[in-house]
């Protein structure tokens, strides 16, 4: 019977599909346009304020009648492909495939896994249960764990448009190195005894999904659904850091950035990751901060060391994970994942000195 | 009586979920028994890998992000 009805349903199926494809079309060109007049959109502006436009407050106010508008936009577009893109995956699937996988080629897999899977902060726990106990190794449960939230498409999208894509390439590439050499390297401590208790009594095993039907608007949907959450939840970190970055931009003086965060001051890296651990915000709100540090002088690898150890090691997300690791995990884990972060930066330093 | 359960930690999406199935329950007058699970052991026992899951009569149906809105009702009745 159900298969009738779908059968019956089909010529308006199609129609549908063509009206959402259509609706998509449209939004892209209106979003072209909108994005061709930011810079004219953002000295009519400052021209209406009585302020000199070369100027500190001028300087700072025109980066950021100009930044937000990009930045919204371009967000709001790689969030939809993104959108789009991870409805063909999800965490059970991720799950299957990592199973059983040995380690090494497994770290590899999560760590790519980790970019196009759908995951939200809030199921990290349920997430890390479901692939321990149906058997995905741990070093390899970790490197997907540190690669989805690190390396994300709100971070590559913004560092691309902001930086640049040699920058967005190589923080995409260093990013998955810390994500795979950083669980291989969990894995081979064999720390499993150092899960909590009762995560390694659960042995329930992965349950198979009935396979849900999932249309081109479903797709769609999902690409909509997904900015409304992500967009709706980091608009004001991002105004909050293009406000920050604003300031940068206007009153740091060049060479003050320079000598603080510059490649000569070795220092500078470590102290870099160790004050983006407390620090909460996404890479939302903290790419407009890079960009205007990267704009004073500020070394790149210093800079990349910051916004990975702020996305990558934050303490709310430990807050969570302490239900299921023990307090001696945790710290292997921010050990492990913080000296990555400082080899890159490091690196980075050296490379583009 | 259908047995349902939505498995979750207490996010907003649980909760979101939890709304759709009582509605579409009221909607298609089928009589149910939704319970809450939020305690990540008993979560896991369930094999899920995402939240929120829906189990119906003990058998998992969901798992991972808002159920759609028209799959709630062959669930239901099935």
Redesign the interface.
């Given at each position: 019977m159900?298969l009738d009805e779908t059968d019956l349903r089909n010529p308006t199926d199609k129609f549908e599909t063509a009206k959402w494809l259509a609706m998509v079309a449209g939004s892209l060109i209106i979003w072209t346009l909108l994005y061709s007049q930011l810079i004219p959109f953002a000295e009519w502006v400052v021209s209406l304020l009585p302020v000199e436009r070369k100027s500190h407050l001028g300087e700072a106010i025109q980066f950021f009648v100009y930044d937000t508008p990009k930045v919204l936009l371009l967000l709001t577009l790689v969030v939809f492909a993104m959108g789009v893109v991870r409805s063909f995956f999800?965490?059970?699937k991720?799950?299957a495939m990592l199973a059983g996988r040995a380690e090494g080629v497994g770290n590899v897999a999560a760590a790519g896994l980790g970019i196009l899977t759908?995951?939200?902060s809030?199921?990290a726990?349920?997430?890390f249960?479901?692939?321990v106990?149906?058997g995905v190794p741990l070093g390899v449960t970790f490197s997907f764990l540190i690669a989805a939230p690190m390396v994300n498409e709100v971070a590559l999208g913004l560092l691309f448009a902001l930086v640049g894509w040699k920058v967005a390439l190589t923080y995409l590439a260093f990013g998955l190195a810390v994500a795979i050499v950083g669980g291989f390297v969990i894995g081979r401590l064999k720390l499993e005894g150092w899960l909590e208790p009762?995560?390694r009594e659960?042995r329930?095993?992965?349950?198979e999904?009935?396979d849900?039907q999932i249309t081109i608007i479903?797709r769609i949907k999902a690409g909509i659904?997904a900015v409304r959450d992500i967009v709706g939840r980091v608009w004001m970190w991002i105004i909050a850091g293009i406000a920050m970055g604003a300031l940068i931009h206007g009153y740091v003086p060049a060479d003050l950035m320079a000598r603080i965060m510059g490649a000569d001051a070795w220092w500078s890296v470590p102290a870099a990751v160790l004050l983006g651990i407390p620090m909460y915000t996404n890479a939302a709100g903290v790419i407009p901060i890079v960009e205007a540090l990267l704009g004073k002088g500020a070394a790149l690898g210093t800079t990349l060391a910051f916004m990975m150890s702020v996305i990558a090691l934050s303490l709310p997300e430990m807050i969570i994970l302490r239900?299921?690791l023990s307090v001696k995990l945790i710290a292997v884990f921010v050990g492990v994942v913080g000296t990555g972060i400082l080899a890159v930066g490091f690196l980075f330093n050296a490379l583009f000195h | 009586m259908k047995d349902i359960k939505v498995l979750g930690p207490g996010c907003k999406r649980c909760d979101t979920t939890v709304d759709m199935v009582k509605a579409e329950a009221a909607r298609l007058a089928i009589d149910v028994k939704i319970e809450k699970v939020t305690d990540y052991a008993e979560i896991a026992k369930y094999g899920i890998a995402s939240t929120p899951g829906i189990v119906v009569d003990g058998k998992v149906v969901h798992a991972g992000g808002l159920p759609k809105a028209e799959a709630i009702g062959p669930w239901l009745k099935g």
């Open positions: 159900a999800s965490p059970e991720t799950r759908p995951f939200c809030c199921s726990v349920p997430l249960i479901g692939f106990s149906a009762w995560v659960i329930a095993g992965a349950i999904l009935p849900e479903d659904e239900k299921v | -």
